[in-house]
């Protein structure tokens, strides 16, 4: 069985919308709601909703994603973990795709993810595939067995903010041998329904976080792979202020991812 594990803060109609479309199907699967730290009519709608498939509620005190995750791992009873958050849609077959990308042990499972049209000119990022990295491991459409989750530590809860946790442990599942692949037929929208009002300081905040990444792991690897390298953050501070508007939407982004790393560099 696969345990699909939805965290949620205070998104109740994405959530609604997530959770009424996985009623649509088939296989056999559970889901496992985590809502942290809500404080909007969530728990209300999730008391009255009865879905066809096996629901599980937790709560947990806004600790942030990483925690929710973990808690929803530790209560999950299916041999697949499945991570989605709250607002990424699934297409058709979207469970059936991920069961069948684990016919062989240690997979990691990267299902295509897509971006509404009105989206894609503001520098969120989509991943159509084929090609996919370890980097690309993260809560909104990937599934791998409990063990291997197990094995490699789970989400590190340090990173309790935006951003890192999903790097860090994409790097933890590669460096213990697992095997990525990528599931075109496991398709999701990700709605990012706040993305554009929130794309800069989301955009520093995960410059900070994955200069963590590095700096936990110390890996010169992961500081090329996540442009957080030092030689990369002084040209990008030298250049993009003057050339962020040929990069059209994501200039800014890339800017304030820099400042960001920049400024966490010594944290």
């Not at 295509?112 to 809560?139: D, H, M, Q, Y």
Request: glycine fraction near 10%; proline fraction near 6%; include cysteine.
């Amino acid at each position: 069985m696969i345990s699909v594990i939805v965290p949620t803060h205070n998104r109740r109609e994405m959530l609604e919308k997530k959770l009424r479309t996985l009623e649509e199907q088939p296989g056999e699967f559970e889901t496992i709601v985590v809502a942290d730290g809500c404080t909007d009519d969530t728990l209300r709608f999730l008391e009255d909703y009865h879905p066809p498939y096996s629901l599980q509620v937790l709560q947990t005190e806004g600790r942030g994603a990483a925690f929710a995750r973990n808690r929803g791992a530790e209560a999950a009873k299916g041999e697949i973990l499945l991570f989605s958050d709250d607002d990424v849609v699934p297409g058709a077959g979207w469970v059936a795709a991920h069961q069948q990308a684990h016919a062989s042990p240690r997979a990691v499972a990267v299902g295509r993810l897509l971006l509404p049209s009105k989206l894609r000119n503001c520098g969120a990022a989509e991943l159509p595939g084929p090609l996919v990295f370890w980097w690309n491991i993260t809560g909104n459409n990937t599934s791998l067995p409990k063990t291997l989750f197990d094995q490699v530590g789970g989400y590190d809860e340090s990173f309790s903010g935006y951003g890192g946790e999903d790097p860090d442990l994409g790097y933890r599942l590669i460096k213990s041998g697992a095997r990525l692949v990528f599931v075109r037929r496991a398709e999701a929208i990700h709605e990012a329904w706040d993305y554009p009002c929130q794309a800069l300081k989301k955009a520093r905040k995960a410059g900070e976080a994955h200069m963590r990444v590095w700096r936990k792991h110390g890996d010169p690897r992961i500081a090329w792979a996540l442009g957080v390298h030092p030689a990369v953050l002084v040209l990008k501070m030298a250049t993009l202020p003057w050339t962020k508007g040929l990069l059209g939407g994501r200039g800014d982004g890339e800017l304030a991812y820099a400042w960001g790393a920049w400024s966490a560099r010594h944290d």
